[in-house]
């Protein structure tokens, strides 16, 4: 593990404070950044992120994606947990808080908005970061690949609906031109570039050369392309979280209980099913992390900038670092409880 793994947490707590700091006495810095958005994609932080999943996207052997089909449980579980669990647990937990556990402490209003934010959140499983997750857990990046672009296509049919149920509501507007951008600037594009370098290097210099010269040339550029997302996410949204400290905790204790619940429910169910480590982890991390950015430009779109909704999905980012990180770690310190790869695939 290098030097920035290893004490990845301390950089990650370090961001994040930077980040509300330049948010709350500098906030001509995000002003100026917020020129540099289309379709409420911010592009800095387009670029950041495209730098993050870049290096491992030059790790998928497009020749194994073939054999993804072979064993297609890792698929299924990503499915159902992601799409038949996670929305509706969340609901669940978030209503449980937030109109029963907080009742006395947060107005009726208050609380529906924070459920919609909610909701927002567990109806957008990870399509981005989930990339660095699996590659801290030594996920298999080409089964990877494949889990976090069907979730793609399901999000484009059920998204909506499912938000639409579980909010009672049938005017969900969702920004698609968001959306679609989304999926080309995190999917598609850094898919298509570590394709083309796979193809160009490996022809010109040799297999060999691209695999054990070219890709560790990029060992650190995805851990700094986290910490400097981190700084300017949350330089947008630094004088809501110093605004709003109370609220804040209370929000993120239900968010936090519902990551947890929907790793274990996938992980476990990865382990009952005998599949390997770097099929199981990517699986568990897909459904606990969130896809921050299309949940954060809905609730803006739908309920405004300072509304309860967004503020959820706010800190939805906020505790989603380090609380994946923990699982990372979770995850690698529970290697052993799985059949080893060869045997499983």
Same mark, same amino acid.
């Given at each position: ?5 290893r ?6 707590? $370090? ?42 996207? @030059? ?6 994606? %073939? ?9 299924i ?8 669990? #996670? ?18 402490l ?5 609380? #529906? ?44 049919? $059920? ?17 698609w031109?968001?959306?679609?951008? +989304? ?13 083309? +370098?796979?193809?160009?290097?490996? %022809? ?8 054990k010269?070219?890709?560790? %040339? ?31 905790? @209370? ?19 990865? #382990?009952?099913? %005998? ?13 606990? +992390?969130?896809f921050?950015? @299309? ?15 967004t ?13 994946? @990180? ?16 060869k045997?499983?695939?």
């Amino acid at each position: 593990m290098s030097f920035f793994e290893r004490y990845l947490t301390v950089w990650v707590a $370090a961001c994040m404070i930077i980040g509300i700091l330049i948010g709350v006495y500098l906030p001509q810095v995000p002003a100026w950044l917020s020129k540099f958005e289309y379709a409420s994609v911010s592009i800095p932080v387009a670029i950041l992120i495209w730098l993050m999943i870049y290096p491992m996207m @030059l790790k998928v052997d497009f020749h194994s994606i %073939k054999k993804v089909g072979e064993n297609p449980k890792g698929l299924i579980i990503t499915w159902v947990t992601n799409w038949l669990i #996670k929305p509706f647990t969340m609901f669940g937990i978030a209503s449980l808080f937030f109109y029963v556990f907080y009742k006395g402490l947060i107005s009726n209003e208050l609380a #529906k908005e924070y459920l919609a934010g909610a909701v927002l959140l567990g109806a957008a499983p990870c399509t981005a970061m989930v990339f660095v997750w699996s590659h801290l857990t030594k996920g298999n990046p080409a089964y990877t690949l494949v889990q976090v672009a069907t979730n793609d296509l399901i999000i484009l049919v $059920a998204f909506v609906p499912i938000v639409a149920f579980l909010l009672g509501i049938s005017n969900v507007v969702v920004p698609w031109d968001t959306l679609f951008l +989304s999926v080309v600037l995190f999917v598609v594009i850094p898919l298509g570039a570590g394709w083309f +370098s796979r193809v160009i290097i490996s %022809k010109n210099k040799g297999l060999e050369y691209f695999e054990k010269v070219y890709i560790p %040339k990029f060992g650190n550029v995805t851990i700094a392309g986290l910490l400097l997302t981190l700084i300017i996410i949350f330089s947008f949204q630094g004088q809501i979280i110093v605004d709003n400290p109370i609220n804040i905790v @209370l929000i993120a204790i239900p968010l936090i209980l519902q990551t947890f619940l929907i790793f274990f429910i996938a992980y476990f169910w990865a #382990k009952f099913w %005998k599949l390997p480590h770097n099929v199981a982890a990517p699986a568990g991390m897909i459904g606990a +992390s969130n896809f921050f950015e @299309l949940a954060v430009a809905v609730a803006i779109s739908l309920f405004g900038l300072q509304s309860g909704a967004t503020i959820v999905t706010v800190v939805g980012v906020l505790v989603e670092v380090p609380v994946m @990180l923990t699982l990372v770690k979770i995850a690698n310190n529970t290697r052993n409880w799985f059949v080893p790869e060869k045997k499983a695939l």
